[in-house]
T-cell receptor, first 109, second 113 residues
């Protein structure tokens, strides 16, 4: 399977700090999406960045895409306790692509 | 409200007893898929469907069946469940073949004894 690799696997930061997580693929990146999952719940779509885009913003989220390095990063600024969750990237290249193991983010109040 | 529903949410069963997990979406989406989530392995796709009567295997299809007789429904069938199918299952749908946002159901936690 063309599974993405998120890095780091786990991240703990103080509330108010910024959190950065990365995602890389061995295959080319097309439409890359980031999702959030609160414990045991379904994934929620955060943002989509297309292969011809290099950076995209949505509220406190900033996503960058480097197609030459086949990688993307998600930055969450001014973190809040409610941001505690797992974050997954998803690269659409063919219908069988799947999610990675995710980054577990813990915000310490 | 646009949503994906799954039933049941929790299920404890025994080895070999056939079961079906239902999935329904009210967004007229063409693409639907099933995932299982296991600790340390992330989400892995079981089966997907690009439209009515069109289904295909994902990464881990062994031991599962699906059908897509109607656009809104995509049930997951375990003909003879085994303990290694104990997992958290998610159904998802999107308006196209997966390149757009996927909407996820709340999950079904299955335990096979």
């Amino acid at each position: 399977s063309q599974q993405g690799e998120e890095d780091p696997q786990a991240l703990s930061i103080q509330e108010g700090e910024n959190a950065t997580m990365n995602c890389s693929y061995k295959t080319s990146i097309n439409n890359l999406q980031w999702y959030r999952q609160n414990s045991g719940r379904g994934l929620v779509h955060l943002i989509l960045i297309r292969s011809n885009e290099r950076e995209k913003h949505s509220g406190r989220l900033r996503v960058t895409l480097d197609t030459s390095k086949k990688s993307s990063s998600l930055l969450i600024t001014a973190s809040r306790a409610a941001d505690t969750a797992s974050y997954f990237c998803y690269n659409f290249g063919n219908e069988k692509l799947t999610f990675g193991t995710g980054t577990r983010l813990t915000i310490i109040p | 409200e646009a949503q994906v529903t799954q039933n049941p949410r929790y299920l404890i069963t025994v080895t070999g007893k056939k079961l079906t997990v239902t999935c329904s979406q009210n967004m007229n989406h063409e693409y639907m898929s099933w995932y299982r989530q296991d600790p340390g392995l992330g989400l892995r796709q079981i089966y997907y469907s690009m439209n009515v009567e069109v289904t295909d295997k994902g990464d881990v299809p062994e031991g599962y069946k699906v059908s897509r007789k109607e656009k809104r429904n995509f049930p997951l069938i375990l003909e003879s469940p085994s303990p290694n199918q104990t997992s958290l299952y998610f159904c998802a749908s999107s308006s196209t073949t997966g390149g757009n946002e996927q909407f996820f159901g709340p999950g079904t936690r299955l335990t096979v004894l």
